[in-house]
């Protein structure tokens, strides 16, 4: 007679390749433990700190802002003057679009303050190719320097320039908080000093 047809092997519990699946499961598992055992107490606790330190300012929307110029966090003092302002003011950028990637950091810093206040916004003009609205601008300020920037009242008839040169982004919040302070008085100090950010 022919030989015998079986179903499908089936593998117990207790066979060689099952027990040897579970042996290599407990040896990963036990590997990780044991390096983990190897980093000593300290290490191990420094790293439990800073996973917990590092949900909490998750959970809190805490950001720590490490630039060398601070571009992504405002000072206290900024954020308060950004805030009492009432008038409509335009943040204004005018430099040609070679300068853009040199410059982006700029741009960054005031996107996040034009954000504090729906009143102050933020508008570039590239001098090469926005020729119209360069001309309207400087019709109207009778100014119109590149690179720089300009804080531009809605219904006044003076802007505040801020020349970009390399100290800029070091300065910058500085320059825009005495700059809308400055607009807001008919006749403004000579000097408005902010504390912060390292200026």
């Not at 439990?48 to 802002?65: E, I, N, P």
């Not at 992504?72 to 335009?90: D, M, N, Y």
């Not at 982004?169 to 408005?192: F, I, M, N, T, Y």
Request: aromatic share 4%; hydrophobic share 45%.
């Amino acid at each position: 007679m022919g030989e015998h047809e079986t179903g499908p092997e089936v593998r117990k519990s207790g066979s060689p390749e099952v027990g040897e699946a579970a042996s290599a499961g407990k040896a990963r598992s036990g590997g990780l433990m044991a390096r983990l055992s190897g980093l000593g107490a300290r290490t191990v606790l420094f790293l439990v700190l800073m996973a917990l330190v590092v949900a909490a300012a998750d959970r809190s929307k805490l950001q720590v802002d490490w630039s060398a110029d601070h571009r992504f966090s405002l000072s206290p003092s900024l954020v308060r003057i950004l805030a009492e302002q009432t008038k409509p003011v335009e943040l204004v950028t005018i430099w040609r679009g070679d300068y853009e990637q040199d410059l982006q950091p700029l741009s960054d810093a005031l996107r996040l303050m034009a954000q504090v206040n729906p009143v102050v916004t933020l508008r570039h003009i590239d001098s090469q190719l926005d020729k119209g609205a360069l001309a309207d601008f400087k019709r109207r300020f009778q100014d119109a320097e590149e690179p720089a920037i300009y804080l531009a009242p809605a219904d006044g008839a003076r802007a505040f320039k801020i020349a970009v040169t390399t100290a800029t982004r070091q300065v910058l919040q500085r320059e825009v908080g005495g700059g809308l302070v400055a607009l807001r008085d008919a006749h403004p100090p000579q000097a408005v000093l902010l504390a912060g950010h390292g200026e």
